[in-house]
């Protein structure tokens, strides 16, 4: 690999791990004024993807970046992405309201072990005992970090052991999702004539079959929220109007609309410079850009935030799992004998 591609992998690794933290800190601060309607922020979410990746798309189209022979690639692959991941969300919320807060996050690294699986399955890859090795530990060290803040007794004690495998199938569907996405590059590069897919062709596509599976299975993702079909209207208009901020909500709604906002607009950001780093790399160096930036995230949360003025001692086992996961990601990612790179 030459100079300046590894630059530019460097340079994306890095906006990557920037945006994860923001991400994944503003996903808190959303929910403070939408505790009672993490569903609404969702559903938000999801359907926001739709509007603005085809207004970008679209964009891109008429100015040539994006060719019409990129928009007649086959759709199949895009509408399983969207079943995968409109079925990991579905997991996700569903085993997420049984779990405690911590097994969440420690739970939701199977998907790097999943990813490693998918893509020797799904795109022939080998891996050297290097990095298989690089990748548990930056898996350990995640778990050691985030473990950290838990309670002296059993983390999941009294908790069916339903929920953890459900939050370890979410992650598969999640998994399965981005090792698709990487193979719709490189299928993509091989009918493009070597110039791979624009990444907002896949971001698209692969976000419109998601909402429209989403819509599909409204009735059991409210139910899986607790709110019976018939609640769903109600409970929709008053998430609405804390969301605005306006009207008489029975709930305090302090930072509505700004910071659930703010949060989509990172969230795109992030999925944007992730599915970049997929474009330039690979799915699993990607996956263990955005691992790195959990225990960075877990600090910055400990601290006193706005809406959040609660904050939490860090242990030194935080630190020590946070030097296990740097030791993973340099070991992954040394550069490459002749004999490895045959492997890679």
């Given at each position: 690999m030459s100079s300046s591609p590894a630059v530019a992998v460097a340079v994306a690794s890095a906006a990557v791990v920037a945006l994860a933290v923001a991400n994944r800190v503003l996903y808190k601060l959303a929910l403070v004024p939408l505790k009672s309607y993490p569903f609404l922020l969702a559903q938000l979410t999801t359907f926001g993807y739709v509007t603005v990746y085809f207004s970008i798309l679209y964009a891109r189209y008429r100015a040539g970046v994006v060719t019409r022979d990129m928009l007649t690639l086959p759709k199949i692959r895009f509408a399983v992405i969207g079943l995968l991941e409109a079925l990991g969300v579905a997991a996700g919320m569903s085993a997420g309201a049984m779990l405690p807060g911590p097994a969440i996050p420690i739970l939701s690294q199977s998907f790097l072990v999943w990813q490693l699986i998918f893509s020797v399955?799904?795109?022939?890859?080998?891996?050297?005992?290097?990095?298989?090795?690089?990748?548990?530990?930056?898996?350990?060290?995640?778990?050691?970090?985030?473990?950290?803040?838990?309670?002296?007794?059993?983390?999941?004690?009294?908790?069916?052991?339903?929920?953890?495998?459900?939050?370890?199938?979410?992650?598969?569907?999640?998994?399965?999702?981005?090792?698709?996405?990487?193979?719709?590059?490189?299928?993509?590069?091989?009918?493009l004539k070597g110039k791979r897919p624009d990444i907002f062709v896949v971001n698209s596509f692969g976000s419109g079959f998601q909402a429209l599976v989403v819509f599909l299975l409204l009735p059991?993702?409210?139910?899986?929220?607790?709110?019976?079909?018939?609640?769903?209207?109600?409970?929709?208009?008053?998430?609405?109007?804390?969301?605005?901020?306006?009207?008489?909500?029975?709930?305090?709604?302090?930072?509505?609309?700004?910071?659930?906002?703010?949060?989509?607009?990172?969230?795109?950001?992030?999925?944007?410079?992730?599915?970049?780093?997929?474009?330039?790399?690979?799915?699993?160096?990607?996956?263990?850009?955005?691992?790195?930036?959990?225990?960075?995230?877990?600090?910055?949360?400990?601290?006193?935030?706005?809406?959040?003025?609660?904050?939490?001692?860090?242990?030194?086992?935080?630190?020590?799992?946070?030097?296990?996961?740097?030791?993973?990601?340099?070991?992954?990612?040394?550069?490459?004998?002749?004999?490895?790179?045959?492997?890679?």
């Amino acid at each position: 690999m030459s100079s300046s591609p590894a630059v530019a992998v460097a340079v994306a690794s890095a906006a990557v791990v920037a945006l994860a933290v923001a991400n994944r800190v503003l996903y808190k601060l959303a929910l403070v004024p939408l505790k009672s309607y993490p569903f609404l922020l969702a559903q938000l979410t999801t359907f926001g993807y739709v509007t603005v990746y085809f207004s970008i798309l679209y964009a891109r189209y008429r100015a040539g970046v994006v060719t019409r022979d990129m928009l007649t690639l086959p759709k199949i692959r895009f509408a399983v992405i969207g079943l995968l991941e409109a079925l990991g969300v579905a997991a996700g919320m569903s085993a997420g309201a049984m779990l405690p807060g911590p097994a969440i996050p420690i739970l939701s690294q199977s998907f790097l072990v999943w990813q490693l699986i998918f893509s020797v399955l799904l795109l022939g890859k080998t891996y050297s005992l290097r990095q298989i090795i690089g990748c548990l530990l930056v898996t350990s060290g995640v778990i050691l970090a985030v473990a950290s803040g838990a309670n002296d007794g059993h983390l999941l004690s009294g908790v069916k052991l339903i929920w953890p495998l459900l939050m370890v199938v979410s992650s598969a569907f999640q998994a399965g999702a981005s090792i698709l996405k990487e193979s719709v590059f490189v299928d993509g590069a091989k009918r493009l004539k070597g110039k791979r897919p624009d990444i907002f062709v896949v971001n698209s596509f692969g976000s419109g079959f998601q909402a429209l599976v989403v819509f599909l299975l409204l009735p059991l993702l409210s139910n899986l929220r607790g709110i019976k079909l018939a609640e769903l209207s109600g409970h929709l208009n008053g998430g609405a109007e804390c969301f605005l901020n306006v009207g008489e909500s029975p709930i305090d709604c302090g930072g509505a609309p700004f910071l659930p906002l703010l949060f989509i607009f990172v969230n795109m950001a992030f999925n944007i410079s992730l599915l970049n780093l997929v474009k330039m790399s690979s799915a699993v160096v990607a996956s263990l850009t955005a691992t790195s930036a959990v225990p960075i995230s877990i600090y910055i949360l400990s601290l006193p935030l706005p809406y959040i003025p609660q904050g939490a001692e860090l242990s030194a086992s935080f630190i020590f799992g946070g030097i296990v996961l740097l030791m993973g990601l340099i070991l992954y990612n040394l550069p490459q004998s002749s004999k490895e790179s045959k492997t890679d």
